[in-house]
């Protein structure tokens, strides 16, 4: 029994890779449970340890395909005992009855544009039968979907701590190497965050490019403020400012800073909304693990080629069974011009491969995954069939 990975997946590869059929032979999943350097603050949480599965497929030639199925609690829809129940329903079908009977469990009988909600599993399950698609051809995911790949890429660092410390944290990371930095804003007062960005600017210089995150803090006429105030700090773009989406070609208006999606992307809003509509939108922030499936992220990295807005792949605390996928398509997509939003790893304190993800002067190396990288002693096996 045939299994058509691209069919099921929903997208069309050139005909070498489209046209091949998996013999699925066999899957386990596993859960890990990683504990965080320090307690991880998010807009509705606070975590202390990063929860996810991991599935390994298997052919009946013996080639491998790995997926990362990690829900982020506060951001994803689904909790991990439901990406747990929906992954094995759906892996089930897959391996038992095949890819008409497994298209019907994951409701692909309806394309992507007529769903409402995007799933965590629908990625992680893609990732781990294209990747095997690829394997079973020796060549890489990023180079399988888009034909070419860089075998390195840029980073952004991010900053996280409070504002007293903003200007140090800037000072590690150019030391590191990191040419790009993604600073947190919109905890505290707006004004004192808008000094602290001038003053991380005049201190690294104009050849670092800034960037900065805050996660919908704050109601138009506070964004406005906050933008016109660090008007002359040169900031790349902001991911989402303001609370409506909505408002934001208003946003740029009044202030002239750039803005990123990020949070609209983990809806599925209108398939044929015009991003072109979107005065000042410079970058969509693209989170595979929250907007949900392939098809969905892929047509979003064309819309937003046609329209001259950045694709910057960005992660979601994967281990590092996701990050590779990631760094891949990273690879593929921006190549070695456009730093990344990977700079999770290191508030882990352990992860699923041996040697882990690492960051070296800024540029974290693409690597594709075997079994034999694996380290899974901070997972226990919940399933295999
Ligand atoms: O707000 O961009 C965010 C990670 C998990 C959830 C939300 C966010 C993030 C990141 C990822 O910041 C790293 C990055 O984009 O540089
Ligand atoms: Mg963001």
Same mark, same amino acid.
């Given at each position: 029994?045939? %299994? ?14 489209? *046209? ?28 202390? /340890?990063? *929860? ?6 298997? !052919? ?24 747990? &129940? ?5 892996? !089930? ?29 629908? %990625? ?70 808008? /000094? ?10 104009? !050849? ?22 660090? /008007?002359?700090?040169?900031?790349? &773009? ?23 999606? !990020? ?14 509509? &979107? ?17 969905? %992220? ?18 979601? &605390? ?30 882990l304190t352990a992860g699923t491969t041996k040697t882990p993800s690492s960051i070296q002067n800024g540029w974290m190396p693409v690597r594709t995954l075997t079994t034999q990288d694996l380290d899974l002693s901070y997972s226990e096996l919940l399933y295999e069939n």
């Open positions: 029994m045939g %299994f058509n990975a691209p069919n099921f997946v929903g997208i069309r590869l050139s005909p070498q890779f489209q *046209d091949v059929a998996l013999e699925l032979k066999s899957a386990r999943l596993y859960k890990f449970a990683l504990p965080f350097k320090h307690p991880l603050d998010l807009k509705h949480t606070t975590l202390h /340890q990063r *929860d996810g599965l991991i599935l390994i497929l298997t !052919d009946t030639a013996g080639h491998v395909g790995l997926g990362e199925i990690s829900p982020l609690p506060g951001f994803s829809r689904e909790t991990i005992e439901t990406a747990i &129940y929906k992954t094995t329903m759906l892996v !089930d079908r897959m391996i038992n009855f095949g890819e008409l009977t497994a298209h019907h469990h994951s409701r692909r009988t309806t394309s992507w544009e007529n769903r409402t909600a995007p799933s965590v599993v629908h %990625f992680g399950v893609e990732t781990a039968l294209l990747s095997l698609l690829a394997n079973a051809r020796k060549i890489s995911l990023g180079a399988m979907l888009y034909g070419s790949s860089s075998n390195k890429i840029p980073i952004n660092g991010i900053i996280r701590s409070s504002l007293s410390d903003w200007v140090p944290e800037a000072d590690f990371l150019v030391s590191e190497g990191y040419k790009t930095l993604k600073i947190k804003v919109g905890k505290i007062n707006p004004f004192l965050e808008a /000094q602290g960005i001038q003053e991380v600017r005049e201190f690294v210089g104009p !050849d670092i490019e800034i960037r900065l995150d805050a996660n919908r803090s704050w109601d138009l006429e506070t964004g406005i403020q906050f933008g016109q105030a660090i /008007q002359s700090a040169n900031v790349a &773009y902001i991911e989402e400012p303001i609370q409506n989406p909505a408002e934001l070609p208003r946003f740029y208006d009044e202030c002239g800073v750039h803005f990123a999606f !990020d949070e609209t992307l983990h809806r599925i809003i209108d398939p044929t909304i015009s991003f072109g509509s &979107y005065t000042g939108l410079k970058a969509l922030v693209l989170k595979p693990t929250l907007i949900g499936c392939t098809a969905r %992220f892929i047509a979003l990295v064309n819309q937003a080629q046609e329209q001259d807005i950045l694709s910057v792949i960005s992660s979601s &605390y994967e281990s590092d069974v996701g990050l590779a996928a990631l760094a891949q398509l990273a690879a593929s997509i921006g190549g070695d011009s456009v730093a990344v939003g990977l700079d999770t790893r290191s508030a």
